[in-house]
């Protein structure tokens, strides 16, 4: 029963290549993000989707292209993969409301090594 | 500059030991305010929300001040379960746009 899951957990592979990391909530939250976690354990948002709508955008290449089906799903498409995307990808999940202290779950990560 | 800056540590202290990290951040417009716990090669969870009145929970408590734009976690009674990284998080606003300080990283020892 996780409550935010993502799929590879690792996922090695040369420069060049296109890949897809995808994540899945169970908790019933209308708000799904994914973040980018740097060698030096920097951790910055890149995208947020509520209700599979786009509402942050952070300044991100356009090789990083998320798409949400459906509310719990958010995944992300890499293409062209460079040697400085590799870092660990979180996804995360919470609530949509008025109140600004929501909770955000994480979901595991998912380590991307480029070479 | 950093939008939330934080010393990064490590903190070594033993068993027991009463630890305190401070955070600040560059953006008044901020709405609330996090302190999140990461473990080793772990996600990140949250600790506890920073209220304006202050709050504890138990062993911990945190404090905001936002006339200076600082905000403190204070860790009494160090366990060994506490070692990891404590991340200082920000909500810039509208839809939870959190914004992640480097991290402090605690280490709790016999």
């Known amino acids: 029963d996780t409550a935010v899951s993502q799929t590879p957990k690792y996922l090695v592979t040369q420069m060049g290549n296109d890949k897809s990391i995808k994540c899945e909530q169970n908790l019933g939250h209308d708000t799904m993000y994914w973040y980018k976690q740097d060698s030096k354990k920097f951790l910055k948002i890149m995208f947020s989707y509520n209700n599979k709508e786009l509402i942050i955008n952070e300044t991100v290449p356009n090789r990083f292209s998320p798409k949400s089906p459906d509310k719990a799903h958010l995944n992300l498409h890499i293409n062209s993969l460079e040697l400085g995307d590799s870092a660990v990808y979180f996804c995360a999940s919470s609530q949509a409301s008025q109140s600004s202290y929501n909770e955000q779950f994480f979901g595991p990560g998912t380590r991307l090594t480029v070479l | 500059r950093k939008e939330v800056e934080q010393d990064p540590g490590p903190f070594n202290v033993p068993e027991g030991a009463t630890v305190a990290f401070n955070c600040t951040y560059s953006n008044s417009a901020s709405q609330s305010f996090f302190w999140y716990r990461q473990d080793c090669r772990k996600e990140p969870k949250l600790l506890m929300s920073v209220y304006s009145s202050g709050n504890e929970d138990g062993r911990f408590t945190a404090q905001l001040n936002r006339a200076s734009q600082y905000i403190s976690l204070l860790i009494r009674d160090s366990k060994l379960s506490d070692s990891a990284t404590y991340l200082c998080?920000?909500?810039?606003?509208?839809?939870?746009?959190?914004?992640f300080g480097t991290g402090t990283r605690l280490l709790v020892s016999p």
């Open positions: 998080v920000v909500n810039q606003g509208g839809f939870q746009k959190l914004v």
